[in-house]
C-alpha cells in the first residue's frame, strides 16, 4: 500500500513539474564577409539568437569568391550543405546551371511578414530573369539583401588644396570626362599626391569594375536581351580602356598596387581619390572613430563621366541550397525564414558596413538617412547601378576574372597595346561561353 501511495505522489509530481526547456533548433550559415561589413554582419546573427531561444543560427565565414561556391557546391553534393548561404546575384547564372539554389515562393516569405514587393524592384525582376533557364521561369532563388556599388571616397583636404572643394564639403569639377581628367591632373601637380588609388596588381575585379562603368555610362553592355553582346567591347569597351591606360601613363593613377595598398594610400593621406566598392566605407568608419585617420573625408557615387550616369553594381542576397536527397525539414525552414525576416528588418545595422539595404522599408526610412557616410551617397548611387550579363562567365569568381588579369591589367601598364588587349579579351569571353 505504502508503494502505491509513493508511486502516485511520484506520478503527481511529474505531472505537476515544469517541462524542461526545448533546445534551440541549430540553422548552420556559410557567408563570405570578412572585412568591415563582416562586424556589422556578425552583430545581425548575434542580435537574432539573442532576440528569441526558439532557433540559435551557427555562421561561419568562408572566403570570397570561387573557393566559397565550389565549397557550397561540393557540400551540396555531399548532403553536408548548411541551411542558409549568402550568395551574390551575378554568380546567379552558374549556380542555377549547377542546381545548386532552392526556390524560395512568396507564400513562404508571407509567413514572417515579407513580400518580394517590398524589395528593390530591379534585383527581383533580375532575379527572376536569372531563372529562366533553370526551368523554373520567374521563381526567385534568393532573398535581396543589399545592393553594393562602386564609389569614389575623396580627401577634402586635398581636394581643397587643389581649389577642387565646394563650400559645401563636396568635389567640383569631376562630371565630364575631360573635367575629371583634367582635376586627376590638378591635384597630382598641387598636391604632390596620387590623385586616384586603385588596386590594379592581384586584384581584376576592381580594373573590370572601373571598365564596366565607363562601358556603361557610355551608354554600352555587354548583353542584349538574354544573349550575350560583345562587339561593344571593340567600341565603347576600347575607349573606357584607353582612359584608363591614359590614367596610368600619366601617372594619375597606380601602375601596380594591390587593394591593400590603394587603400594605405588613400587612408595615410597620399592620395586624393579612392575608387572601390562601397565595402570600404567601414574601414574608414573605423579608422575615424579610433583616431587613427588623419584628414576629413566624403564619399560620393562614381561621378558621370559620359552621357549616362552608371556604376558597376552587384547583390548580395540571401539563399537556401539545394538538397534533392536531404531537403531542408519544415522546421528548419521556419527558423531560416525568421533569421531572414530578422535580418531585412534591422538592415540598418548591415548598412553600417557601407551596402545599401534592398529592403524598401529600411532604404528609405529615419535610420538610413541618418547614417553617415552612407547617406551621402546612398540616393544617387541606388539609382545608376549596372549590372553584368546573366551568364555564367561574369559572376563573381567567374572566369572572366582569369581574362581580366591576362589582358586588361597588361594593356594598362602599356605592355599590350589597348586594341590588341581586348580583342583577344573578347574571343576569350566568346570561347567561355560556348
Known amino acids: 500500500m505504502e508503494n502505491r501511495f509513493r508511486r502516485a505522489a511520484l506520478l503527481c509530481a511529474m505531472l505537476l513539474s515544469p517541462a524542461a526547456p526545448r533546445a534551440a533548433v541549430e540553422i548552420t550559415l556559410w557567408d563570405f564577409f570578412s572585412g568591415g561589413d563582416g562586424l556589422r554582419w556578425r552583430q545581425l546573427v548575434d542580435a537574432f539568437n539573442r532576440s528569441q531561444g526558439e ?49 524560395i515562393p512568396e507564400s513562404e516569405l508571407r509567413t514572417v511578414g515579407l513580400a518580394y514587393q517590398d524589395f528593390a524592384p530591379a534585383l527581383v525582376d533580375l532575379s527572376k530573369g536569372r531563372s529562366a533557364a533553370s526551368g523554373e521561369p520567374g521563381a526567385v532563388y534568393g532573398v535581396p539583401l543589399d545592393t553594393h556599388t562602386s564609389l569614389l571616397y575623396y580627401n577634402k583636404g586635398l581636394l581643397k588644396k587643389a581649389g577642387l572643394l565646394g563650400p559645401d564639403g563636396r568635389p567640383l569639377d569631376l562630371a565630364g570626362l575631360d573635367a575629371f581628367t583634367a582635376a586627376l591632373k590638378k591635384l597630382g601637380s598641387d598636391t604632390d599626391q596620387l590623385p586616384l588609388a586603385l588596386s590594379t596588381a592581384n586584384d581584376p575585379v576592381t580594373p573590370f569594375r572601373l571598365w564596366y562603368t565607363l562601358l556603361a555610362q557610355q551608354g554600352g553592355s555587354l548583353s542584349a536581351g538574354d544573349q550575350l553582346r560583345l562587339d561593344q567591347i571593340d567600341t565603347l569597351g576600347k575607349n573606357a580602356l584607353q582612359v584608363m591606360a591614359d590614367w596610368t ?36 568608419v573605423d579608422l575615424r572613430r579610433k583616431g587613427v585617420l588623419a584628414f576629413d ?54 548598412a553600417g558596413g557601407g551596402h ?33 550579363p546573366r551568364s555564367p562567365v561574369f559572376g563573381v569568381g567567374g572566369p572572366v576574372y582569369a581574362a581580366v588579369s591576362d589582358l586588361m591589367v597588361p594593356a594598362l601598364t602599356g605592355q599590350v597595346a589597348v586594341p590588341e588587349a581586348l580583342a583577344r579579351f573578347r574571343q576569350q569571353v566568346e570561347n567561355l561561353s560556348e
Open 55 to 103: 532557433y540559435h543560427v551557427t555562421g561561419t565565414t568562408l572566403p570570397w569568391g570561387d573557393a566559397f561556391y565550389s565549397r557550397v557546391h561540393q557540400a551540396i553534393a555531399a548532403g553536408e550543405a548548411p541551411e542558409v548561404v549568402t550568395y551574390h546575384l551575378s554568380r546567379f547564372p552558374a549556380g542555377l546551371e549547377r542546381g545548386d539554389l532552392r526556390p
Open 249 to 284: 601613363r600619366d601617372g594619375l593613377i597606380p601602375a601596380r598596387a594591390t587593394r591593400r595598398q590603394a587603400l594605405a594610400f588613400f587612408t595615410m593621406g597620399n592620395a586624393a581619390l579612392l575608387f572601390g566598392g562601397d565595402g570600404e566605407v567601414p574601414t574608414l
Open 297 to 350: 573625408y566624403g564619399v560620393m557615387a562614381f561621378p558621370r563621366l559620359y552621357a549616362r550616369p552608371a556604376a558597376f553594381a552587384d547583390s548580395h542576397e540571401l539563399c537556401i541550397p539545394a538538397s534533392a536527397g536531404r531537403p531542408i525539414s519544415a522546421e528548419k525552414l521556419k527558423g531560416v525564414l525568421r533569421f531572414i525576416a530578422y535580418v531585412e528588418k534591422h538592415a540598418d545595422v548591415w
Open 356 to 388: 545599401l539595404p534592398a529592403y524598401l522599408p529600411v532604404l528609405s526610412g529615419p535610420a538610413l538617412a541618418e547614417l553617415a557616410p552612407v547617406n551621402q551617397y546612398a540616393a544617387q548611387a541606388a539609382s545608376q547601378v549596372s549590372f553584368v
